[in-house]
């Protein structure tokens, strides 16, 4: 028999889109040093979609644990098949991709790189499309009243 879940540190709900009163529970424990060996681990489950058992993050450390933890909740939601969202966010569960460091600062240096550009393109188109519905030299705009 394996190891005592532990202490929860947190738990989120994300509800299937095609039956929102399905939801799937995530649950995460606090990481703790492995029976055997310097590591540690950070358990979770995942209820309401056909995963069994507790699965781990592990790590050098209790951060990297938890880090991993998430990554592992965030690959299991996904390979699921499953449209699952959370707070109202159509195929947004919450858990987001995590950007590697595991091979080395030039290809770390590289990914954020693209992540920023691809982010400042998307501001500068936000607020391209934001100034085109404002006014013009600050006036007011026309507030048409509806005589149907």
Not at 44 to 60: D, E, N, P, S, T
Request: a positive charge.
């Amino acid at each position: 028999m394996g190891r005592k879940f532990g202490v929860i540190i947190g738990v989120r709900r994300v509800y299937r889109d095609e039956s929102p009163h399905k939801v799937v529970t995530v649950t995460l424990g606090k990481p703790r040093r492995m029976i055997k060996g310097p590591d540690w681990e950070c358990p979770f489950r995942i209820a309401g979609l056909g995963v069994r058992g507790v699965q781990y993050g592990f790590g050098v450390d209790a951060i990297q644990a938890v880090t991993t933890a998430l990554e592992g909740i965030r690959v299991t939601l996904e390979r699921s098949g499953k449209r699952l969202s959370w707070i109202g966010g159509s195929d947004d569960t919450g858990f987001e991709r995590l950007v590697t460091t595991s091979f080395g600062p030039k290809f770390t240096r590289r990914l954020n790189s693209m992540i920023d550009r691809e982010i400042a393109r998307l501001v500068r188109a936000l607020e391209r499309r934001h100034h085109r519905r404002r006014p013009a030299n600050g006036q007011k705009g026309k507030i048409e009243k509806n005589t149907s």
